[in-house]
């Protein structure tokens, strides 16, 4: 099921966070994600936090802030489960456009979003880890078929 997050999750999610940031991101240093953990463990409770539970197991979690989704975190042992895929499927129902960054090395992500009707706007070096990273945007059907607006 999915449901909003509570504050009684942050343990939960900050462990999946983690873990799956230093799998999915080996190109990057782990220390890069250990030493961002209290930053984002204090901002998380700011972003919309979508959970998927399944009984009082927190399996993945999307985070947004307005239109962009700042992550999808799927638990290691759900993955490849269509747990990613029901969770933004619940953002695209709540959202006219969703847009991301994802980086190009972590190319399974990339295949996700694109097989999920997002497109690539730019590509860019970030700053901080100087990986190439994707920009990426979903529009409604409904809307214009221009992903740059």
């Known amino acids: 099921m999915i449901r909003d997050f509570k504050e009684t999750d942050i ?8 873990n ?3 799998r999915v991101h080996h190109f990057i240093d782990s220390s890069y994600w250990i030493n961002s953990y209290p930053t984002v463990e204090k901002m998380l ?6 959970v998927y539970d399944s009984s009082s197991q927190i399996q993945g979690f999307l985070g947004l802030n307005g239109d962009y989704i700042e992550g999808i975190f ?6 490849s489960k269509g747990t990613g895929g029901q969770l933004l499927n619940y953002a695209k129902e709540r959202h006219n456009k969703l847009l991301l960054n994802v980086y190009q090395r972590n ?14 706007l730019s590509e860019q070096i970030e700053e901080e880890t100087k990986e190439s990273d994707l920009t990426m945007v979903w529009k409604h059907s409904r809307l214009e078929s221009n992903p740059i607006e």
Do not use: H, S
């Open 107 to 120: 190319e399974r992500a990339v295949r996700f979003y694109l097989k999920e009707g997002f497109v690539i």
């Open 11 to 18: 343990e939960q999610i900050m462990k999946i966070w983690l």
């Open 74 to 79: 799927v638990d290691t042992e759900y993955q």
């Open 45 to 50: 409770p700011q972003a919309t936090i979508y």
């Open 20 to 22: 799956t940031n230093i």
